[in-house]
């Protein structure tokens, strides 16, 4: 789609007139889908599974139109040499046969796909990007992106090394951009009851938090961890970017990524954006943080081909004295524990000292969570109210900082005391200078 290239002034300069979401009248829009010069143009950068996930999200929303993709990998599969294929090349073909009666009539001209993410955020023509590559590809994608005056949707862990997630959150404060992670619990109702019956005190003042995630892999996918040549169609520098180039093994690429440090943070920071996230939501610290952080009996893979932690437990000490256990020894999900109660959610489930309280009429107190009830969508909400997602970056940011710190505790071998508003590890300069370290390969930098 080519749209005036005066779409995004419109939709940035909106918010000054308006208090309230933006509604376009039916008489403009018409029935149905909204006319293409009203639609929010959306590309997709990376089509893995959360990628190829999202396209079809996107391609399924009226108010969005799909209109660019970019994957480094043409067409591969996931896992065997079998099933879904993805990449560039079934991300195009799953677009243009969602569009294909456009096409037919005339309206929709196609949609493009690029290998290099440079090219894509560039386009005059798009008002938001996805952002859903390996970890350690989120922030420099992300802030070419918001630099080319884009909005963002990026999925968790918002970034790979802390000083990513600074600069990431503090470029989107700059942009004025919309930013949102995809850290989609927050957009789920048990979430949000949960989390409004720990910030309205009923399980009584809280001291304790549990949240577990999934522990580590500790060996390589059988058949798929020897070296081999490097694909066709890969470009396979491109796809390690500014992370060391490793010799390519399949069980260490695709989904498998996150299992070494150089591409992903482990299942820690694959599932940190999520759990602990809500924790954070629970406590009211989506700014701020603890101020003690210890890495305890973390267990690491019998193979070298993965390092990333397999058992761990990341001890987080609050200034109002809640003490928080991030563990792979605890039950998955988050629990707030007080002095007269407890409440307990993961995906499906949810689980209280007083069943009352779940009920999505009960009056749980004066605090009301952001409410939410689907997450891309709240999304493109908030490009045309120009109001804060319910995901935005610098609470991402903050929701993963216990997973950062934890790591260098384990580097260091001993506990860090935290300044979360001046985010530097205190009495520690060694342990805050490996924190803040940003070692990219060649010529790639965050400025």
């Known amino acids: 789609m080519n749209r005036p290239l005066n779409r995004r002034r419109f939709l940035k300069s909106s918010a000054a007139a308006i208090a309230a979401p933006m509604v376009i009248p039916a008489s403009v829009l018409g029935r149905g889908r909204p006319a293409p010069s009203e639609r929010i143009t959306v590309g997709v950068i990376g089509l893995g599974g959360n990628g190829s996930g999202a396209l079809i999200n996107f391609l399924g929303n009226t108010e969005a139109q799909v209109v660019a993709i970019c994957d480094p990998h043409d067409n591969h599969f996931r896992d065997k040499q079998?099933?879904?294929?993805?990449?560039?090349?079934?991300?195009?073909?799953?677009?243009?046969?969602?569009?294909?009666?456009?096409?037919?009539?005339?309206?929709?001209?196609?949609?493009?796909?690029?290998?290099?993410?440079?090219?894509?955020?560039?386009?005059?023509?798009?008002?938001?990007?996805?952002?859903?590559?390996?970890?350690?590809?989120?922030?420099?994608?992300?802030?070419?992106?918001?630099?080319?005056?884009?909005?963002?949707?990026?999925?968790?862990?918002?970034?790979?090394?802390?000083?990513?997630?600074?600069?990431?959150?503090?470029?989107?404060?700059?942009?004025?951009?919309?930013?949102?992670?995809?850290?989609?619990?927050?957009?789920?109702?048990?979430?949000?009851?949960?989390?409004?019956?720990?910030?309205?005190?009923?399980?009584?003042?809280?001291?304790?938090?549990?949240?577990?995630?999934?522990?580590?892999?500790?060996?390589?996918?059988?058949?798929?961890?020897?070296?081999?040549?490097?694909?066709?169609?890969?470009?396979?520098?491109?796809?390690?970017?500014?992370?060391?180039?490793?010799?390519?093994?399949?069980?260490?690429?695709?989904?498998?990524?996150?299992?070494?440090?150089?591409?992903?943070?482990?299942?820690?920071?694959?599932?940190?954006?999520?759990?602990?996230?809500?924790?954070?939501?629970?406590?009211?610290?989506?700014?701020?943080?603890?101020?003690?952080?210890?890495?305890?009996?973390?267990?690491?893979?019998?193979?070298?081909?993965?390092?990333?932690?397999?058992?761990?437990?990341?001890?987080?000490?609050?200034?109002?004295?809640?003490?928080?256990?991030?563990?792979?020894?605890n039950r998955r999900g988050t629990k707030w524990i007080g002095e007269e109660g407890w409440v307990y959610v993961d995906r499906g489930k949810i689980e209280c000292s007083n069943r009352e309280w779940l009920q999505e009429k009960y009056d749980r107190g004066a605090i009301n969570a952001y409410q939410s009830n689907n997450h891309r969508q709240n999304f493109l909400d908030c490009i045309r109210s120009r109001e804060a997602c319910i995901a935005p970056a610098e609470t991402a940011h903050r929701s993963i900082t216990p997973g950062h710190l934890g790591y260098i505790s384990e580097i260091v071998g001993r506990p860090l005391k935290w300044d979360a508003k001046t985010e530097t590890v205190i009495g520690d300069a060694n342990a805050d200078q490996l924190l803040k370290a940003v070692n990219y390969r060649g010529s790639w930098s965050l400025g």
């Open 82 to 329: 079998s099933g879904r294929k993805y990449g560039r090349e079934p991300g195009r073909e799953t677009v243009e046969k969602r569009y294909g009666e456009g096409k037919a009539s005339g309206v929709y001209k196609g949609c493009d796909d690029y290998v290099d993410f440079r090219e894509i955020c560039s386009r005059d023509d798009i008002d938001a990007l996805v952002v859903a590559t390996p970890d350690h590809w989120h922030a420099l994608i992300t802030l070419e992106a918001l630099r080319n005056g884009k909005d963002v949707y990026c999925e968790k862990p918002v970034t790979h090394l802390f000083s990513e997630g600074q600069a990431v959150y503090r470029e989107v404060q700059k942009q004025k951009a919309i930013f949102q992670t995809g850290s989609q619990q927050r957009s789920e109702t048990r979430f949000r009851i949960a989390v409004e019956v720990a910030l309205n005190e009923l399980i009584g003042k809280i001291h304790t938090v549990e949240v577990g995630l999934p522990s580590g892999h500790s060996t390589p996918a059988t058949g798929q961890d020897q070296v081999i040549e490097i694909p066709s169609g890969l470009d396979y520098d491109l796809w390690c970017g500014p992370s060391e180039s490793l010799p390519y093994i399949p069980a260490r690429h695709h989904r498998n990524w996150r299992w070494h440090l150089s591409y992903g943070g482990g299942q820690i920071m694959d599932w940190i954006g999520h759990h602990n996230d809500i924790a954070h939501w629970g406590l009211g610290m989506d700014h701020s943080g603890p101020e003690k952080v210890e890495a305890i009996g973390w267990t690491y893979p019998k193979t070298e081909i993965y390092n990333a932690p397999v058992d761990y437990e990341i001890r987080s000490t609050f200034p109002n004295g809640v003490v928080s256990t991030i563990s792979s020894k």
